[in-house]
């Protein structure tokens, strides 16, 4: 199978990349997609050297899936290119997500919606998907009314900029700043761009991706994301009220039999997720499971993943497994 991987270059790509091999995925060409200033040069693919090319010879190249993350004002100018020429797309841009003709899919939640005619498939915000693989199984047993979520955010998410901001703090070097402040020991309660409404467009995207994706309007969502100094994944304080009251051994077995969730919740011996935990792995991890007992039928969790991974790159290739396997590819 022939598979584009765009933005092949960038945080993202590179764990798409690295996701393919380690999954297995039937890679038989890779056809890596970069801006103008990248054609030309190589990427490593499986110990094989590949040239990355630009959009117009991708589509050329007529590959099978197209795998993006470019941003996206890249995505929408070309992901309807590609899906004119028959290929598949599965954007990580916001581009798409709330377009109500295409599917936004986390696929232990919703990968059922999918059908042979979509082609342009968008993949969720990172904070929105590790919060709704724990969530889905919970509302299916006890019906979700509210959620209250403040988010911990790695700068893995910004990119390497950030990233790079970061260790040059902490190495005392003057570099460019993907921030208007410091990051180093600091937490910043802004991710994006504020609206007229006084959220920021991170915090909107998960009020609004949560329903569509749980396929329940009537959820309520209220979130505060925030950006702190940490590598690895991102970390969510979750207060999850149910219209049905629960038993809180059943609840944390449901999670231990939901697809992609890991339970770490054993006070007793300190245990409970953490980024330092989450790194490189695919899962979402789940902790801290206790009862609000400051009203009924309301739960107090955390919630731990690679932001990177299950946030973007692997999700991405689940899609692309998901549709290969119903024969939609």
Request: hydrophobic share 40%.
């Amino acid at each position: 199978m022939k598979v584009a991987v765009v933005g092949a270059t960038g945080l993202v790509g590179t764990k798409i990349l690295q996701v393919l091999e380690e999954r297995g995925f039937p890679v038989a060409e890779l056809i890596p997609v970069a801006s103008e200033r990248s054609i030309g040069k190589d990427v490593t693919y499986k110990g094989q050297a590949y040239t990355i090319v630009g959009m117009t010879d991708a589509i050329a190249a007529k590959p099978a899936v197209a795998l993006f993350s470019a941003g996206g004002g890249t995505s929408l100018e070309w992901a309807p290119k590609f899906a004119e020429a028959g290929i598949t797309v599965i954007d990580n841009s916001s581009a798409w997500r709330m377009h109500p003709e295409h599917a936004l899919i986390v696929p232990e939640v919703n990968a059922h919606v999918l059908t042979a005619n979509d082609r342009i498939i968008a993949n969720p915000n990172c904070s929105t998907i590790q919060m709704v693989v724990a969530l889905q199984p919970l509302h299916q047993r006890y019906k979700i009314r509210r959620v209250v979520v403040s988010t911990y955010q790695s700068v893995t998410g910004t990119g390497k900029k950030a990233v790079d901001q970061l260790f040059n703090e902490r190495d005392g070097k003057e570099g460019e700043m993907a921030y208007k402040y410091r990051i180093d020991l600091n937490a910043l309660p802004q991710i994006d761009v504020f609206m007229e409404n006084g959220y920021t467009k991170e915090e909107m995207k998960m009020v609004n991706e949560t329903k569509k994706l749980m396929g329940d309007d009537n959820i309520k969502v209220t979130a505060t994301t925030v950006r702190i100094p940490v590598m690895g994944g991102h970390s969510e304080s979750v207060n999850v009220e149910f219209e049905n009251d629960f038993d809180l051994d059943e609840l944390r077995q449901l999670l231990r039999e939901a697809p992609g969730v890991v339970v770490q919740d054993d006070p007793s011996q300190q245990l409970y997720p953490m980024p330092l935990w989450a790194h490189e792995k695919d899962d979402v991890f789940v902790g801290r499971l206790r009862r609000d007992e400051t009203q009924p039928n309301t739960l107090n969790m955390w919630i731990v993943s690679d932001n990177l991974r299950k946030g973007a790159a692997t999700n991405a290739v689940q899609i692309a497994e998901y549709l290969l396997e119903k024969g939609l590819l």
